[in-house]
């Protein structure tokens, strides 16, 4: 018969055991669950809006653009205080030869829904809204409007938060 000394020792053990292999199973677990919430630079989140709006922009043939103009601006993110995000705002205006009303196909064509990605097309007043929306949340609205040299083709992109 075992002492009580020894009962004691080798509940603890198991004991021990039992914990330890609860944290093993557990902690993977938690961190799976957890949503990734890596906040980027400023500069890695203009670069991402960037390459989306000249993931849009590459859908018109550069000899249609006239002019070409780019801003990007910072601003308090929505979502969390104390963070920013980066509002892309580029403006194109094209000839008159560029064809506003067949290039939402186009766009339907390339951002297509089996990879994941949304597009709508309605009319506001005079102008045409297309809006994309990726897998990954991206979004960029494409404002179409006739002006007297051609279309202005204004393209807006938000970044996810960034950590400053």
Do not use: Y
Not at 4 to 9: N, W, Y
Not at 66 to 75: C, G, L, P, V, W
Not at 90 to 113: A, H, I, K, M, N
């Amino acid at each position: 018969m075992a002492s009580p000394r020894r009962l004691r020792m080798h509940k603890g053990t198991i004991v021990l055991v039992a914990c330890c292999i609860g944290l093993l199973l557990i902690v993977p677990i938690v961190w799976l669950l957890l949503p990734l919430t890596m906040l980027q630079t400023a500069e890695q989140a203009q670069a991402e809006v960037t390459s989306q709006v000249d993931e849009v922009v590459a859908t018109i043939d550069p000899e249609d653009v006239r002019s070409d103009e780019q801003t990007a601006t910072e601003m308090p993110c929505p979502t969390d205080e104390g963070v920013r995000a980066v509002q892309l705002r580029r403006v194109l205006v094209v000839d008159d030869t560029f064809d506003v009303g067949g290039w939402p196909q186009e766009l339907r064509d390339r951002f297509r829904s089996s990879d994941g990605w949304h597009v709508t097309v309605h009319t506001l007043g005079g102008s045409v809204v297309i809006s994309l929306r990726g897998s990954d949340l991206a979004l960029v609205t494409v404002t179409a409007d006739e002006t007297d040299d051609g279309s202005e083709l204004t393209m807006t992109a938000w970044s996810s938060c960034t950590a400053n």
